[in-house]
């Protein structure tokens, strides 16, 4: 578990999940438009959604755990 947690593997699983596929647009940023528009319905749009930026929310909770235990110094 403190692998999957460790940034050297975070932030590229991250990038690289996250954004794939890079052209014509990123996965991610096609949903989240969808999503602002309100045309994200179909079951495979939404799991796509989840799927793409589930990495993101793993580093923010990475990120705000670090954060936390450093009583919020830099």
Do not use: C, N
């Not at 590229?12 to 990123?26: C, K, Q, T, V």
């Not at 602002?36 to 749009?45: F, W």
């Not at 796509?48 to 909770?61: E, I, K, R």
């Amino acid at each position: 578990m403190k692998l999957l947690l460790d940034y050297k593997f975070l932030i590229p699983l991250a990038l690289l999940l996250g954004l794939a596929p890079f052209y014509p647009e990123p996965h991610l940023l096609e949903k989240l438009s969808m999503l602002l528009a309100g045309t994200l319905q179909r079951p495979i749009d939404i799991f796509d959604l989840a799927w793409h930026s589930w990495p993101f929310g793993l580093l923010t909770y990475r990120v705000s755990r670090d954060l936390a235990s450093r009583g919020g110094r830099p």
